[in-house]
């Protein structure tokens, strides 16, 4: 007999709520410290490509409460360079010290360690600290740094070229000449970052022994990090149990492995003490990874009909100054290159993609990766069809979407998109904004209050839960794609779950007891989730690109069922009735249509736990527990659709959102009221990164906006209120017919606020092929466009 | 930097004494000559809120005064509000309209909701996301933290007077 679901899909409020909501959450600043605690400052480059001539430390080593200072030749001998572990055709390995040596390459790069009594005193030592350096030309932006007689970043790579990927469908020339018109653009989008309000830290406490340390991190992958340091720093993995404690936001900057990690991890060893280090938001801005500064080169051919017969793209991504733990920099050169067909029915394709080296802050892993780039890309193209062939840019999607009835569906690059519900949520989502009422509306509309006004739409895919292969077709030969758990049964009957993941906001103390609790057939009061933590955790891939739902939650299920076989067979014998018969919800087992002849999961535990005469049921050993370790499918592909109503002001270019609508579809929801979540702050995110958010590097490197004073984040007033409508296509490939949801709010919401825009200006002839979209760009397009000059 | 100073400030309703450098911030001697860790620090330069208290009943950064600077002062913090079984009617909202997500900025958003409240006890939605303009959140989209404060207004969360 199937069990009755009781939690998943429900509102179920959350667990970690009320110790947040007293301030009583322990981030790592948080966290209680020894005594005799020392605290880090790290000495940045004011250069982004220099030779460092000297470093002298008298005078920090001079200053009260200073204690050491450790210079990148002192932190070599107890740190290897890292590597990102990439093995792919057309990628440059490279390695980096974790404190520069030799040369800078990057404003903000580590020169030299302070070791201070207190943080203040280590602020103090970084002013006192005398590098001298040999400034070097830079090679600043992404247009430049491939161009013959460009600086190097790194000798040994030719051109600033660290990765070219490239990839074609069998006679794509012959496919694409089938499509009688062709349209060119270039898409350019500006470089943001996650800027989490947590900025970084790490706090290591060596055991009483001396031998071992306890790293809590403010990190979304503890098993990567203990992995890394165990390598890095030469030592056994039983040495160091990384503890991820309340992290303050993570959006996939802190999906990577920092200098400072291994940097703190071996001064607590070589130091013998616990040793802090909290970053500053300057640091956070200058050194945390930034992301989508990309150039989308795009052609695109296609029939009267508005049908896409061919895609061609050379996409070019800045990979920074160096290639990034763990992912390298390929995820976003790869990522956009293989996501942007996204839902759409495209089967002859070609790209190119690059990575190239810059002397700026690395890219890396930030919510969406490529996606809202691609996606910008593609779906402008769509609106670019519609507004050539006089067809509306709703209508040109559906007429390229891949229908539900032939799915399951593998495209072009060999992504396999299970179930899902392209047509039907781009259907859902123009009858629910009355799209053709705005369109009827649209000319009339047109500045009768000093405003154009337009309308956007994004219909995406989202890759989630990417499994093993999915990594290793992206160049990620050492990146793993399972998480795994351990669900027990205690003596007592109660339930604990421990879980490779870590919690950075997303909720999982709460919807991962709302799987075990289902999957086990327990009340959920009697679960507990345990995750964060390597001592106490399996292994795995741990939390980002949308994966905890599926890994996590496919997991769970797995281990859970094995545990609730057991006490079915426990129970069984118990009752002395045919396990088959036995039925296990809401904390009992009971043998099937007789629920008064039960027992709770206490009186199962006894028996599995040897506290009664029962004894075993033949074959079965003692304890009531089960580990898994669940690698899910390539990938797991959410969708969904964003439109967006926007209102351009002609006078001071402000854009104001007048109407905001996802319908959205990540499979089987397993907590609606959190999945809201996700996609409200994602679709936060994705406004900023559209019409404010941009990380300005000068031609000499220097970011020119390194404050929260002058890289804007989206306030309340510039965020509206949001509908949302979900449908559900449980996956049939993984576990639990979950979907990923994490990234598909930022993914969404960049292109279709973008297409808006274009859209209220198109009247005016103004192209609009970047962002992000702040005022004073749009109001010299539109000045320059009354003027009758050529629009940008 | 040996030169030390007394500092007396009413935190939370207790006095509290503490001699401590000229140039320690608010922010720090509250969470670490206090233990009152729940202000956050998110960027020192007052953009982000995260650290916001109310000193004298108005909301400020304590990031960018200096614990010396408001020598004598009444500090309320978000460990003032509720009680050892119970949530503050504003935490409770905050609870129930999913209004927090990783929380590190969320008792920032609580003591500009007190200010708010006690300012203006029934907020239209517009006075109400000016008012959290005075902190970022970059987890929730705001929408729910909008619906949180909305609920505390109906329930008459702040009585009268700022905590």
């Known amino acids: 007999m199937a069990d009755r679901r009781h939690y998943i899909g429900q509102d179920v409020l959350r667990r970690e709520d009320e110790y947040l909501l007293r301030g009583r959450g322990r981030f790592v600043d948080d966290l209680p410290t020894p005594t005799d605690t020392v605290h880090l400052g790290f000495v940045m480059s004011p250069y982004a490509h220099a030779r460092i001539v000297t470093i002298d430390v008298s005078r920090a080593l001079a200053h009260e409460g200073i204690i050491a200072v450790y210079t990148g030749d002192d932190i070599a001998k107890l740190v290897q360079p890292i590597v990102a572990e990439i093995e792919f055709p057309g990628y440059h390995r490279h390695g980096r010290d974790v404190v520069a040596r030799g040369k800078v390459r990057f404003v903000g790069e580590h020169v030299a360690v302070v070791v201070a009594e207190n943080a203040y005193a280590a602020q103090d030592g970084i002013e006192l600290v005398d590098v001298e350096y040999e400034p070097l030309p830079v090679a600043s932006d992404l247009e430049t740094a491939t161009q013959p007689g460009a600086p190097l970043v790194h000798d040994a790579i030719p051109n600033n070229l660290i990765f070219k990927g490239q990839f074609s469908t069998k006679e794509f020339a012959a496919g694409f000449a089938r499509g009688e018109h062709v349209i060119r653009e270039r898409f350019r989008s500006g470089r943001v970052a996650g800027v989490p309000m947590e900025p970084r830290g790490c706090l290591a406490l060596p055991d009483h022994v001396g031998d071992s340390i306890v790293f809590y991190s403010s990190t979304q992958i503890p098993h990567l990090v203990r992995t890394a340091l165990a390598r890095c720093l030469d030592v056994t993995e039983s040495r160091i149990r990384v503890v991820v404690p309340e992290v303050g936001g993570g959006f996939g900057t802190k999906a990577q492995i920092y200098p400072e990690e291994f940097v703190v991890a071996a001064l607590s060893f070589d130091l013998r003490r616990p040793v802090k280090w909290i970053q500053d938001r300057r640091e956070e801005l200058l050194t945390d990874i930034h992301a989508r500064d990309h150039i989308y080169d795009v052609e695109i051919a296609f029939d009267d009909q508005g049908i896409v017969h061919g895609l061609k793209l050379s996409l070019w991504t800045n990979a920074g100054a160096y290639s990034t733990l763990p992912f390298g920099c390929t995820l976003e050169a790869t990522g956009g290159a293989r996501m942007i067909v996204g839902p759409y029915r495209i089967s002859n394709y070609a790209y190119e993609t690059h990575a190239v080296a810059t002397h700026t802050c690395p890219s890396g892993a930030y919510r969406g990766v490529a996606q809202p780039t691609c996606f910008m890309a593609i779906e402008g193209l769509m609106d670019r069809i519609g507004r050539k062939l006089g067809i509306d840019p709703a209508e040109v999607r559906l007429r390229n979407m891949v229908p539900t009835k032939d799915l399951p569906w593998v495209n072009v690059v060999g992504v396999r998109y299970d179930t899902g519900s392209f047509v039907e949520s781009l259907e859902r989502a123009l009858a629910v904004i009355d799209y053709a009422g705005f369109r009827a509306r649209q000319p009339a509309d047109r500045l009768v209050d000093g405003k154009y006004r337009g309308i956007g739409i994004c219909s995406f895919t989202e890759v989630s839960g990417t499994g093993a292969p999915g990594w290793r077709a992206r160049g990620l030969v050492r990146m793993p794609g399972f998480d795994s758990s351990i669900v027990k049964v205690e003596p007592t009957g109660k339930v604990t779950a421990y879980v490779s993941h870590a919690n950075g906001g997303q909720g999982h103390l709460t919807t991962f007891a709302q799987v075990v609790a289902d999957a086990v057939g327990a009340d959920l009061a009697d679960v507990t989730i345990i995750e964060g933590d390597t001592g106490a955790t399996p292994y795995g891939t741990n939390t980002f690109a949308s994966r905890s739902a599926v890994t996590g939650g496919g997991t769970l299920i797995r281990a859970s069922t094995k545990v609730k076989e057991k006490m079915r067979r426990i129970a069984g014998h118990m009752l002395e009735t045919a396990p088959a018969d036995i039925v296990i919800e809401g904390g009992r087992a009971f043998v099937v249509g007789v629920p008064q002849v039960g027992l709770d999961f206490a009186g199962i535990a006894e028996t599995a736990y040897s506290m009664n005469n029962f004894g075993l049921p033949e074959g079965d050993g003692y304890g009531l527990e089960a580990t898994d370790f669940y690698d899910p499918p390539l990938v797991t592909m959410a969708n969904a659709v964003h439109i967006v109503q926007v209102a351009v002001d002609v006078e001071d270019g402000r854009v104001e959102i007048e109407r905001y609508l996802v319908v959205h579809d990540c499979g089987r929801i397993i907590n609606p009221m959190i999945v809201n979540g996700q996609i409200h702050g994602g679709t936060a995110q994705g406004i900023g990164e559209a019409l404010m958010e941009e990380m300005v590097y000068d031609s000499e490197g220097q970011l020119q906006n390194a404050t929260l004073l002058d890289y804007l984040l989206p306030t309340a007033e510039d965020v509206p209120n949001f509908e949302i409508d979900h449908l559900e296509s449980p996956s049939i490939d993984a576990e639990g017919g979950f979907k990923g949801v994490g990234e598909g709010g930022v993914i969404g919401a960049v292109p279709a606020v973008v297409n808006a825009i274009a859209d209220a200006l198109a009247g005016l002839g103004i192209n609009i092929n970047r962002k992000p979209l702040r005022p004073a760009l749009l109001v010299r397009l539109m000045r320059e466009a009354r003027a009758g000059r050529p629009a940008a | ?163």
Request: charged share 20%; proline share 4%; glycine share 8%.
């Open chain 2, 1 to 163: 930097m040996t030169d030390t100073v007394e500092v007396t400030l009413k935190v939370n309703n207790r006095k509290a004494t503490r001699r401590v450098e000229p140039r320690l911030l608010l922010v720090d001697f509250l969470r670490h000559e206090l233990g009152l860790k729940g202000a956050h620090i998110g960027c020192e330069q007052g953009v982000c809120g995260a650290c916001t208290v109310l000193i004298d009943g108005r909301s400020a950064r304590s990031c960018l005064h200096f614990a010396v600077a408001v020598q004598g002062a009444d500090i309320a913090t978000v460990e003032s509000l509720g009680s050892r079984d119970a949530l503050h009617p504003i935490q409770e909202a905050f609870h129930k309209a999913h209004g927090l997500q990783c929380g590190y900025c969320t008792p920032g958003f609580l003591a500009t909701t007190v200010e708010l409240l006690a300012r203006n006890p029934d907020p239209d939605e517009a006075e109400i996301r000016r008012a959290l303009t005075n902190n970022i959140c970059r987890c929730t989209g705001y929408a729910n933290i909008v619906k949180a404060v909305r609920a505390a207004a109906a329930m008459r969360a702040v009585p009268g007077r700022a905590a």
